[in-house]
């Protein structure tokens, strides 16, 4: 029983750092209509943001703020000079796009910061032992950050003017054009949004692992996986998604070799994809 409860906890930590980059996924894709796979390195670029202020003698309580802020910039700048260029053309030439940008972001990456394994401390953190579970604090952090963000997210979507039309251009963009709605802000609001959470997502893995210049492009498998699991294009959807991801990846190491772990989200994706593309609460085909 102490085993099935331990992976729960595993599953709930890493099921929160899928859930906040399968928003961004989700919100990106329910305005833009298309998948954008640089979104795992927007992540990185985050987490490496961070980095930098924690480097500077700031404390990750605080180098967050400024780390959110730099990943939106560089959103909004990708989506200003390339992506809203291409808006007029077929989804597929805004997906081969978005892939030239993750290589560009991870090179950039492994140019400014190096190719090493990197911490944001030095030093083991002892977990603490309740009722014979093993917890990091490092875990409470992530697993109370991640909800916070969930609630202040809901209020944003619910009770702003921004985040109604948000939903609306999600439900119907041209109408939502018709009706007055500022499309190029709100697209410009998505992306900061978008990147944000992608930011935290990654301060979030780098806090639990190591930071790494791929630790977000191997993430971008399990983190579609929630996207499509809660239906592609609902935010809502992509939380539960993520949650049940992770919790499948590490319940599945009581029969397989935990190296073959992330082959649980490539197995749920495919099925998704084979028997229903909306997800399982009705999303985007």
């Known amino acids: 029983m102490e085993q099935l409860l331990q992976l729960f906890i595993y599953g709930l930590v890493l099921g929160s750092i899928y859930a906040l980059g399968a928003i961004g996924v989700s919100l990106t894709f329910g305005i833009l209509r298309?998948?954008?796979?640089?979104?795992?390195d927007l992540m990185t670029l985050g987490a490496y943001f961070a980095l930098t202020f924690v480097g500077w003698g700031w404390p990750l309580g605080v180098s967050w703020i400024p780390a959110a802020l730099a990943?939106?910039?560089?959103?909004?700048?990708i989506d200003q000079w390339v992506y809203r260029r291409l808006r007029r053309e077929a989804p597929v030439i805004l997906l081969?796009?978005?892939?030239?940008?993750?290589?560009?972001?991870?090179?950039l990456v492994q140019i400014l910061w190096g190719p090493d394994n990197q911490v944001y401390r030095q030093g083991i953190q002892i977990p603490w032992e309740v009722g014979g579970l093993r917890i990091k604090p490092d875990w409470v952090v992530i697993l109370a950050g991640t909800a916070l963000l969930v609630v202040a997210l809901h209020l944003f979507l619910q009770h702003t003017q921004v985040g109604k039309a948000m939903r609306a251009m999600a439900d119907n963009f041209d109408l939502a054009k018709v009706t007055g709605i500022d499309t190029e802000q709100i697209i410009l609001w998505t992306w900061t949004l978008?990147?944000?959470?992608?930011?935290?997502?990654?301060?979030?893995l780098g806090l639990d692992t190591r930071l790494h210049p791929t630790m977000g492009w191997r993430l971008l498998l399990p983190v579609f996986a929630a996207a499509i699991l809660g239906g592609i294009g609902r935010p809502y959807g992509a939380i539960a998604g993520g949650l049940?991801?992770?919790?499948?990846?590490e319940f599945s190491t009581l029969v397989i070799s935990p190296a073959y772990k992330t082959g649980v989200a490539f197995a749920i994706l495919v099925l998704l994809l084979i028997f229903r593309p909306t997800g399982l609460v009705g999303g985007r085909a």
């Open 34 to 40: 298309f998948a954008n796979f640089a979104h795992g």
């Open 71 to 77: 990943t939106a910039v560089c959103a909004v700048g």
């Open 96 to 107: 081969i796009s978005s892939f030239g940008t993750a290589l560009i972001l991870r090179s």
């Open 194 to 204: 978008g990147a944000a959470l992608a930011c935290l997502a990654g301060i979030f």
């Open 244 to 249: 049940v991801i992770g919790l499948a990846e």
